[in-house]
């Protein structure tokens, strides 16, 4: 009986909030049509903001026990990546809650493919990355570089894929290419009890979740040899204190090189 009970609350929750995603799709439309008119910036904000709106409905619902900390740590304006751990496919849901701010993610080409999903990702300044074609990757990477020096923030999930309840992952080498080339401030965001929301048991399990903002990282003026293993190592170590453990390794032994992508 109490497993039945278990199922029928999980999808009243997520009915509306699909349902939400699906009633601002003429929102998104307008958005569209009004950013290739020139007025990208304002329409960035808007879509925004119903973004923020939809992600705050959906905690509400899901009626999780949230500690947030640290948005003070949070530049205005200006270039900046955000980089953050990624345990659960609700980590998404925090971030446009409480990022403050417009955000891009980095997202495999797969998500391209799912219907609302896309549009979502796109109208809310993400990029599509194909891992497997390194002409087209190269590319994808340079407009997220060029996006964060014409003062905008991307979100960046170093670990390459989400944890499940695994802790702190090493990062892939070259994972933070996107704030090194451009030159801008990182904001390390740590992340606790995502997975237990929904994930772990694909279940609604309304437990405590921890959202930390980190103070501001800056990448301008590294060395080579900063930007390719210090910055990793001091940005994972904020990360994993904040999580209230140890950092362990700070870099996967992989051959990979570009930045890590959203896994849902």
């Not at 740590?73 to 971030?95: E, Q, Y």
């Not at 219907?115 to 990029?127: A, C, E, F, S, T």
């Not at 190269?138 to 003062?151: A, L």
Request: net charge positive; with cysteine; glycine share 10%.
């Amino acid at each position: 009986m109490r497993k039945a009970l278990v199922f029928m609350q999980t999808v009243l929750i997520f009915v509306p909030v699909v349902g939400a995603m699906i009633v601002l799709i003429p929102l998104g439309f307008m958005v569209f049509v009004l950013s290739i008119a020139g007025l990208q910036k304002p329409m960035s904000m808007l879509m925004y903001r119903a973004a923020q709106g939809w992600a705050h409905f959906m905690l509400f619902c899901t009626g999780c026990k949230l500690s947030v900390s640290g948005r003070e740590n949070i530049p205005k304006k200006g270039g900046l990546c955000f980089v953050s751990n990624h345990g659960s496919i609700f980590d998404i849901v925090l971030h446009l809650a409480y990022a403050g701010r417009p955000i891009g993610f980095i997202a495999k080409k797969e998500l391209a493919y799912i219907p609302l999903l896309n549009m979502w990702i796109y109208l809310l300044g993400g990029l599509f990355l194909n891992r497997g074609n390194m002409r087209s990757a190269v590319r994808t990477i340079n407009k997220g570089i060029k996006r964060i020096k014409d003062g905008r923030a991307m979100i960046i999930f170093p670990e390459g894929r989400r944890s499940r309840g695994q802790g702190l992952l090493p990062f892939h080498p070259g994972s933070l290419r996107l704030a090194t080339e451009a030159e801008a401030p990182i904001v390390p965001i740590a992340l606790a009890g995502s997975y237990d929301v929904f994930e772990r048991y694909y279940r609604l399990n309304p437990g405590p979740v921890k959202v930390v903002f980190g103070k501001v990282i800056p990448t301008a003026g590294l060395s080579g040899d900063e930007k390719k293993r210090v910055l990793a190592d001091r940005v994972r170590n904020v990360i994993a204190e904040a999580l209230g453990g140890a950092a362990g390794p700070a870099l996967e032994e992989t051959a990979e090189t570009f930045p890590a992508v959203q896994d849902p």
